[in-house]
């Protein structure tokens, strides 16, 4: 996931459809300035990682982001974040108090 948005074009895809809500390609491809098929292929790498959901509209496909993997995401980086605070008051009473730990 982190991967997928790593690009900026995605990211700007993703940030779209985030503020804009559900949204057409050729709604979406108004935010980047490449062909139909490049859009297609980014739309295609976010719903392979589960940030969008696409459904077919007459001749459109309507694009939706899927909010869950970001959950997971912000629960992972808060365990990740608490690690690291653990990890730096760790160092810290040791620079403190060498003989503390």
Not at 26 to 46: F, G
Request: aromatic fraction near 6%; proline fraction near 5%; charged fraction near 25%.
């Amino acid at each position: 996931m982190f991967d997928a948005l790593g690009d900026p074009n995605r990211l700007r895809i993703f940030t779209r459809l985030c503020d804009g809500g559900p949204s057409s390609t050729s709604q979406v491809m108004q935010v980047i300035p490449v062909s139909r098929q490049a859009v297609s292929k980014h739309l295609s790498m976010l719903e392979g990682v589960g940030l969008v959901r696409s459904r077919k509209h007459g001749r459109e496909r309507i694009w939706t982001v899927q909010t869950q993997p970001l959950v997971q995401a912000g629960d992972y980086l808060s365990q990740l974040s608490k690690r690291w605070d653990h990890a730096v008051e760790r160092l810290r009473a040791f620079v403190e108090d060498p003989s503390s730990i």
